[in-house]
């Protein structure tokens, strides 16, 4: 299960990559070969021996309407560009692991996470911060914040699927759930912590809860990429006999705004940005299991 995820990510990954690298090569390439056949044409019409050479005697027309091509194609390419409909879609919560490479390729890095435990995306992040030990790259500064619902207290949402199919409160169960980020935290915690006694970066990794029932799953990247979508509520989980409530993060379908696909992404990416902004203000005091450990 583990591995079919990560070649979904690592897929995702390389297609993103070739993209990036078409893009940031196609513009030059283009323009040289323009270049290239402006000066050619312009050389063969004044110079007799490379104009015989290449047996042609209309290169002078040819040649301005390359370098008029040459001077015109940043223009025709933003033209392009906006005449095209932005990418947004949808975007499966396996291929996370894209993403939090894309974001690691950045010299600060700011990942924060609001919804159900994170599980995928701890698990992203878990390998990519443990490469940061060996090969840091360009990133000198790495903050990461997640906000899970408070399993100390009674829920509704994840439950036990009762009589009629009423939700009823499982302590059991939302203390493994509690534990679970617990353990993730610590160990994320940890991972910070070695990583700025290195001394070649600042890394933070923090938890905090919120009370209520995990209704959606927001992933911000940088502010320059959201990932947002809704949590299956009706999804339903066997667990040794009962039946659970459980909204399955892994299987949420995300949708995705991007800085690159102009002002109206970057206007939605900004007001997600300040929304999980101040839910980290309200949402303040650390978990139970941090205050258990301070005490």
């Given at each position: 299960m583990v591995d079919s995820r990560r070649g979904g990510a690592d897929t995702g990954g390389v297609r993103r990559a070739l993209k990036r690298f078409?893009?940031?090569?196609?513009?030059?390439v283009v323009r040289c070969l323009l270049l290239a056949i402006?000066?050619?044409?312009?050389?063969?019409?004044?110079?007799?021996?490379v104009g015989d050479a290449l047996e042609g005697k209309t290169f002078l027309g040819g040649a301005l309407l390359s370098l008029v091509g040459y001077l015109l194609y940043d223009a025709l390419k933003e033209?392009?560009?906006?005449a095209r409909p932005p990418e947004r879609g949808r975007v499966d919560s396996r291929d996370l692991g894209g993403y939090v490479a894309d974001a690691f390729g950045a010299r600060h890095v700011e990942v924060s996470f609001f919804g159900y435990t994170g599980e995928t995306l701890y698990n992203e992040l878990y390998h990519r911060l443990e490469q940061l030990a060996r090969n840091p790259g360009v990133t000198r500064r790495v903050r990461v914040r997640f906000i899970v619902p408070d399993f100390a207290r009674?829920?509704?949402m994840p439950a036990r699927v009762g009589a009629g199919d009423r939700p009823e409160d499982d302590p059991a169960f939302r203390r493994r759930l509690e534990?679970?980020?617990?353990?993730?935290?610590?160990?994320?915690?940890?991972?910070?912590?070695?990583?700025?006694?290195?001394?070649?970066?600042?890394v933070q990794c923090e938890y905090r809860v919120y009370q209520g029932p995990p209704l959606y799953k927001l992933c911000i990247f940088n502010r320059k990429r959201v990932l947002h979508g809704l949590y299956d509520l009706s999804a339903r989980m066997p667990l040794r006999g009962p039946e659970y409530y459980d909204p399955k993060g892994y299987d949420t379908d995300l949708s995705m705004f991007a800085g690159e696909n102009g002002a109206e992404d970057e206007l939605a990416i900004a007001q997600?940005?300040?929304?999980f902004d101040d839910l980290w203000t309200l949402v303040a005091d650390p978990p139970a299991w941090r205050r258990a450990t301070a005490a």
């Open positions: 078409q893009q940031r090569v196609e513009p030059t402006a000066v050619t044409g312009l050389v063969a019409q004044f110079v007799r021996p033209l392009t560009a906006s009674p829920m509704k534990e679970k980020c617990r353990e993730y935290d610590e160990i994320l915690s940890n991972l910070a912590v070695g990583l700025t006694a290195i001394g070649r970066m600042d997600w940005a300040k929304h």
